[in-house]
């Protein structure tokens, strides 16, 4: 269909009842989902990983996930709510994945201020009964 033609047709459906056509395999009540919410999920990501093509690949990744979970969506909360939470796991997983790319094996990512510090293990051996000294570098 042609998406006036989609507008016309689904645009006075609740997203409870497209998420219901969607189940069903109705391609076009998806495009009209996404049309709905796409920005706000976009911008979900974006406000997480501070990328707007990564943002974009976690949007992405999240309709895909949420076209295969529809089926699931019990309608407890708004469809929205769902759809958000979805792009936020997504969006952290991938935060999560950056940071430990970035993070040198033996250093622990810290933030003071807004600026990244390090916190690494002293190179001097520590007492047989004491704890480990460890010394900060501001890399800001």
């Known amino acids: ?6 507008a016309m047709v689904y645009g006075k459906l609740s997203d409870p009842e497209l998420a219901q056509r969607i189940a069903s395999g ?6 009209l989902l996404m049309r709905r ?7 979900t990501a974006r406000s997480i990983l501070k990328d ?5 690949d976690a949007a992405q990744e999240a309709w895909l996930l949420a076209y295969r979970a529809i089926g699931n969506f019990r309608g407890d909360a708004k ?16 935060a ?4 430990a790319r970035f993070t040198p094996a033996g250093h622990r990512a810290v933030r003071f201020a807004g600026r990244p510090v390090t916190s690494e293990r002293s190179a001097s051996t ?5 704890p480990t000294t460890t010394r900060s570098r501001y890399t800001g």
């Open 52 to 56: 707007d093509a990564e943002a974009e």
């Open 37 to 43: 919410h796409n920005q706000i999920l976009y911008r």
């Open 26 to 31: 109705d391609k076009d009540a998806f495009e």
């Open 79 to 94: 469809l929205s709510t769902w759809l958000v939470r979805i792009v936020v796991n997504e969006a952290i997983g991938r």
């Open 1 to 6: 269909m042609q998406p006036a033609t989609v």
């Open 126 to 130: 520590p007492p047989a009964d004491g």
């Open 96 to 99: 999560r994945k950056r940071s």
